[in-house]
């Protein structure tokens, strides 16, 4: 199946770019034609850069790494989140704070504090504050969820970074190649390609193309969890076959099986018969004492 198709790519407008006054000219391969005023990227390499990139992913994620989606424009935001939120992953679609990446042991302090908030205000923290205290704490905590939300649960740097508009992350761009973390960017006819491990040329401003790209690189991801999933399966029949058999709910152990009643019935006659009549009559002797006033009391 086709990571991508032509059609898809022209529905979407992937193919417009800039103004041509407005091109970078480090974007000149990527550039198929002029069309009044405006360049054509050429969408024959954008879907050979989008294979690339979705290979990329599809390898990090299955090496047990982690991505982050990265878009802080307006349409992007909810392509970002929706589709981060998806596949599982990290996103940061409202602002790049500095040093997200570089700096990463003074973000985990506020992830700390943002979680801290989160249970104050759930184990009844709030309620011996006064209103004041708990309005400046719920302010907080609104920001840092609106700051940091998308990697609240984020323990070490991302295996990878997806970024929409490379000229607007320009920060995230140079902190990911300072960190020496891969990049699969979207790049527009007015965007800088050099520096950028996995180019994807195509229009980074429309909303539909933004989707699209975002749903690309969200699918690899999806698909090398799955591929994980079935390599466990497959690992635990290799198991069971080796004599290591493995328990699950569903195996029947010995004490489950299916007992045959009438068989079952007929071995317990026979050995009550087979007994001697004094054992039989022991058992009665040694019923428990019964207190007879305690049972029938005095009327």
Request: with cysteine.
């Amino acid at each position: 199946m086709a990571v991508v198709t032509m059609k898809s790519l022209l529905e979407s407008g992937v193919h417009f770019g800039h103004q041509v006054k407005r091109w970078d000219p480090r974007m000149k391969k990527y550039i198929f034609a002029e069309r009044n005023g405006i360049h054509i990227i050429d969408l024959q390499k954008t879907i050979q850069a989008i294979k690339d990139a979705y290979d990329a992913v599809r390898k990090t994620v299955a090496a047990g790494k982690t991505v982050l989606f990265v878009g802080t424009k307006k349409q992007a935001q909810q392509a970002i989140q929706k589709e981060a939120e998806r596949c599982g992953m990290f996103y940061v679609n409202n602002r790049w704070l500095g040093g997200m990446l570089t700096n990463f042991v003074t973000i985990k302090k506020s992830l700390l504090r943002l979680k801290k908030l989160e249970k104050m205000e759930v184990d009844g923290t709030f309620e011996n504050l006064t209103k004041k205290e708990i309005a400046s704490l719920g302010k907080e905590r609104a920001k840092l969820q609106k700051n940091l939300g998308g990697i609240k649960e984020m323990k070490d740097p991302p295996g990878i970074l997806f970024i929409i508009d490379t000229r607007k992350e320009a920060i995230t761009v140079a902190e990911a190649q300072r960190m020496g973390i891969p990049i699969v960017a979207v790049v527009d006819t007015n965007c800088n390609p050099d520096g950028i491990n996995y180019p994807i040329p195509g229009n980074d401003d429309a909303i539909r193309a933004i989707t699209l790209f975002t749903q690309i690189i969200a699918n690899a991801v999806v698909e090398a969890d799955n591929e994980v999933g079935l390599k466990i399966i497959e690992t635990l029949g290799d198991e069971e076959e080796d004599g290591e058999a493995v328990m699950t709910d569903v195996s029947v152990r010995q004490e489950d099986e299916e007992i045959d009643i009438a068989s079952y019935s007929a071995e317990t006659a026979q050995t009550d018969a087979g007994a001697p009549s004094g054992e039989v009559e022991s058992d009665e002797e040694d019923e428990l004492p019964v207190d007879v006033d305690k049972v029938y009391g005095e009327e």
